[in-house]
């Protein structure tokens, strides 16, 4: 995370899910230390529930698409994801532009929330990050979604499905 008047310079590492039709944050974590296999796993679960309610698999699969990071590459983080109904792919090797929506995602987030903020220590950063993504799904307009944010462009495709005309 970026630095500011007052910063300890504690990195803050985060891992999110993002539904790339929509772009909306489905999911977080963030840690101070390393991002671990099972905090991989319950972010899979996490979002999982989060888009589709309680159930034990997907109703159609989808990719999972990550870096080739231990904690996403790991056999039991793979198994998991199969037994979700995720299609587990990864991008290729240091090749992070291959993910351009996702990266996108991560200068937007830094630009617009932590660079704007007073954060003095990874305690602060982590407690505003339920906000910032909140705001971000709530009211962050994208150019690939005609200017709406997630949660709008959702609202108006459901509208459109339900639609009798």
């Known amino acids: 995370m970026g630095t500011s008047p007052g910063y300890s310079g504690q990195k803050v590492r985060i891992a999110f899910a993002m539904d790339c039709c929509d772009r909306e944050i489905m999911g977080h974590i963030a840690t101070t230390g390393g991002i671990t296999g099972d ?53 290729p090797y240091y090749s992070p532009e291959s993910n351009g929506m996702a ?8 630009r617009d929330y932590v660079y704007m903020h ?22 962050h307009p994208h150019k690939g979604l005609k200017m709406l944010s997630p949660r709008e462009f959702r609202r108006k495709e459901a509208k459109l499905e339900t639609c009798p005309v």
């Open 39 to 91: 905090m991989v796993r319950d972010l899979m679960a996490s979002s999982m529930e989060y888009r589709f309610g309680k159930a034990d698999s997907l109703p159609n699969p989808i990719e999972w698409l990550s870096d080739n990071g231990s904690a996403y590459t790991a056999n039991e983080t793979i198994s998991f994801a199969r037994l979700m109904g995720f299609k587990p792919c990864t991008t």
């Open 103 to 110: 990266e996108s995602f991560v200068k937007t987030f830094k």
């Open 118 to 139: 007073d954060l003095p220590d990874a305690i602060s950063v982590m407690e505003q990050l339920p906000f910032w993504f909140e705001d971000y799904n709530e009211n």
